[in-house]
């Protein structure tokens, strides 16, 4: 093999990757944060809603889980403004990782709150709680605990998804990888480093969903 690997253009565009890296991390925790609250209100319309509602929760999780996520970020960029709604890249970018995760984490987050026996909520209605007391203690508190590490993988694999919305030119560390790569055309020291990077930050929010476990929920083990 004669290639000879150059990562001098790469180190010297080290502050546009390391940029783009952060906005990839802001994007990604962000639609990580909307997602999950997606996912416990359609949870909970499909759990304790009517059936119509359980029927649109249905549809909505059947309809994204189903088709491509690429197809799914060009229906929102390219489509919505035929209806009138323009949004930016970064936008979205957003909405279609928001409505991604929503589906997805639908089911674990129903899994979730079916563990939880319903002798438990007749306890604390026989205790005189409120609805939302007995939603937050009894009901999503022990249920979150216990998909917790099926939230986390989803969410981790939502920002290594993330990467595919450098197709609408949103600012992530793909899209501006890409725009270093058409500057440079050093396109494997380019996406080596990207792909190191990408497993850094993977490792990064697997510490961090490890500390808030830690902080919230084993904490809640030791004060019992």
């Excluded at 995760?101 to 899994?111: D, F, K, P, Q, S």
């Excluded at 190191?196 to 476990?213: E, K, N, P, R």
């Amino acid at each position: 093999m004669n290639y000879v690997f150059q990562f001098g253009d790469v180190f010297n565009a080290w502050p546009e990757l390391l940029l783009g890296a952060w906005l990839t991390i802001r994007l990604s925790g962000l639609a990580m944060t909307l997602g999950l609250v997606v996912a416990v209100i359609c949870a909970l319309g499909k759990t304790q809603g009517p059936r119509p509602v359980r029927w649109l929760v249905d549809l909505y999780v059947e309809v994204i889980r189903n088709t491509p996520f690429l197809v799914q970020i060009f229906l929102i960029f390219f489509g919505l403004p035929r209806v009138g709604l323009r949004l930016d890249a970064n936008e979205a970018a957003l909405l279609a990782m928001v409505v991604n995760a929503g589906a997805y984490c639908t089911e674990i987050v129903r899994a979730g709150i079916e563990t939880i026996h319903k002798g438990q909520i007749e306890a604390g209605l026989a205790l005189g709680l409120k609805p939302l007391q007995i939603f937050t203690h009894i009901v999503i508190f022990p249920a979150l605990k216990a998909i917790y590490p099926a939230l986390t993988s989803q969410f981790i694999l939502l920002m290594l998804t993330s990467s595919v919305v450098s197709a609408i030119s949103a600012e992530e560390l793909t899209a501006i990888a890409n725009n270093l790569q058409s500057q440079t055309f050093r396109s494997f020291e380019i996406y080596i480093v990207v792909t190191a990077m990408y497993f850094a930050m993977s490792l990064m929010f697997a510490g961090a969903f490890a500390l808030i476990y830690r902080a919230v929920f084993a904490r809640s083990d030791a004060a019992r």
